[in-house]
């Protein structure tokens, strides 16, 4: 696994964050160093998934890099007439997934699309995962897109939604922000490092506060919305149809 040195150098301008290919191949490294609490989460996808998952449905992961949610789900699940979707818009990342993938490939049903998570059909699901994926989408599609997901599920389908927070309290966020930053710098990172990556995500990377996530579950059909993780200014969701 190559280390992520991506901002390490000053560089002369420091454009848009995109998955292109050299984040794909440090991408790995570098969510591990940056988002407390992502193997947790990552784990705890494929337990959550081992509850909900029905035979003869979809998973989809909608914004799914290298895999990770899905190879935790298929080794919890152990229904070979489940389909996995993958969805990215990345070629970069699906070719590294798809790699990554096919080990497992020969005892479960994987589909990789390159495409928008915007523009997807989502139907016949148990369980649809975006693991730090919303945060990317364009605010103004966001609750169109959650709704259209929870069309998309089957009854007592789940929807796990993990993301990047924001806090309506000031002394609050500054906080957490002191702590993920803490947490990068324990990880290794410089502030040059931290500081050039805040620039390249700040107008790709739009985050929504706790109320804002919960407010749009229940909007778009879940009665039955929960916040279960938090670890600093990361956070998962579920929501159950019920
Ligand atoms: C932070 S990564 C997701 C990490 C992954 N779910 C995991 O847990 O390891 C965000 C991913 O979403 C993809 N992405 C961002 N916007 C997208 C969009 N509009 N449609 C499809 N994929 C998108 C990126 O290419 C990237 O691979």
């Known amino acids: ?24 191949r440090v991408f790995p490294d570098m969510i591990r160093r940056s988002v407390p609490g992502y193997e947790a989460i990552i784990e ?3 337990s959550i998934a081992e509850k909900y998952a029905q035979p003869a449905t979809n998973i989809y992961d909608l914004g799914c890099a290298l895999g990770a949610s899905m190879l935790s789900m298929s080794s919890t699940i152990n229904q070979e007439s489940i389909q996995y979707i993958g969805i990215d818009n990345s070629a970069a990342m699906l070719e590294e997934c798809q790699k990554i993938l ?3 490939i020969p005892r ?13 059909a989502i139907d ?4 649809v995962v975006m693991n730090f994926t919303l945060q990317f989408i364009n605010p103004a599609l966001r609750d ?8 998309g599920l089957i009854p007592d389908g789940v929807f796990i939604v993990s993301e ?7 002394q609050e966020s500054t906080l957490q922000q002191q702590l993920h930053e803490q947490f990068k710098i324990s990880n290794g990172y410089s502030e040059l490092e931290i500081s050039q990556k805040r620039i390249a995500l700040e107008q790709v990377m739009i985050l ?4 804002q996530h919960l407010d749009r579950l229940r909007r778009a059909g879940f009665k039955n919305a929960v916040q279960w993780f938090q670890s600093f200014n990361f956070a998962s969701f579920v929501g159950v149809k019920e």
């Open 1 to 24: 696994m190559d280390k992520d040195k991506l901002f390490a150098q000053a560089l002369p301008q420091v454009v848009d964050f995109k998955f292109d290919e050299s984040v794909s």
């Open 44 to 46: 705890l996808t494929g």
């Open 102 to 104: 096919q080990p497992v």
């Open 108 to 120: 479960h049903q994987f589909q990789l699309i390159e495409g928008q998570v915007e523009d997807a």
């Open 124 to 127: 016949n699901a148990c369980i």
């Open 144 to 151: 169109q897109l959650v709704g259209r997901i929870y069309q």
């Open 164 to 170: 990047k927070i924001d806090f309506s309290n000031d």
């Open 208 to 211: 929504d506060d706790r109320e």
